[in-house]
């Protein structure tokens, strides 16, 4: 069965479309109106083996925040949508991406129980038409409505575009890590019997 989901939705604010495939081939046509966004997702996507279409319309001439933050909802959703009942499961993913100077770590649980801890720098205030510091709250609304227990640490690093686009490359990988499906396991990766 294939693991895909669409999700809608639409605030005064912001208007997003999402069609999200688990089991994809990193294929994406992603537009939110900030360039450099666009190119951080479709390396998540291409990182993570999924396949995404997405259309972000946001209230770009207050600011990002609303495009950015409604995107991760939206993506959070989707990915919970997606995984269903997250029978057989891997459940917890790790990544360690370099690029140049930098050195990122994504480590993470689809636990259900959403928790953000993201130690990085982000020198630059903004990275052409993104404001750096709505990586976090990108990353915040991801981890609430997917569910994920999630670690962010930048190891090593100055240039802010290098820092951004590793933490995006890693979380892309350790998802498909997490998303992945072993045969050994029966049911869901839990003792409890549920995720």
Sequence with gaps: MMRRATVSRETA????????TIDGTGKSEITTGIGFFDHMLIL???HGFFDLQLTTN???????HHTVEDTGIAL??????ALGDKNGIK?????FVPMDEVLAMVSLDISGRPYLVFDATIP???IGDFDSELVEEFLRA??????????VRVLSGKNSHHIVEAIFKALGRALDEA????????????TKGML
Excluded: C, N, P
């Design 44 to 46: 998540l996507i291409k």
């Design 179 to 190: 998303t992945s499906k072993d045969e050994r396991i029966v049911g869901v990766m839990s």
């Design 142 to 151: 991801l981890s609430v409505h997917a569910g994920l227990t999630l670690h």
């Design 91 to 95: 459940r917890y993913g790790t990544a």
């Design 76 to 81: 959070g959703q989707a990915l919970t949508k």
């Design 58 to 64: 946001g209230d770009l001439h207050v600011d990002g």
């Design 124 to 126: 630059a205030q903004k």
């Design 13 to 20: 604010e912001t208007k997003i479309a999402a069609d999200l």
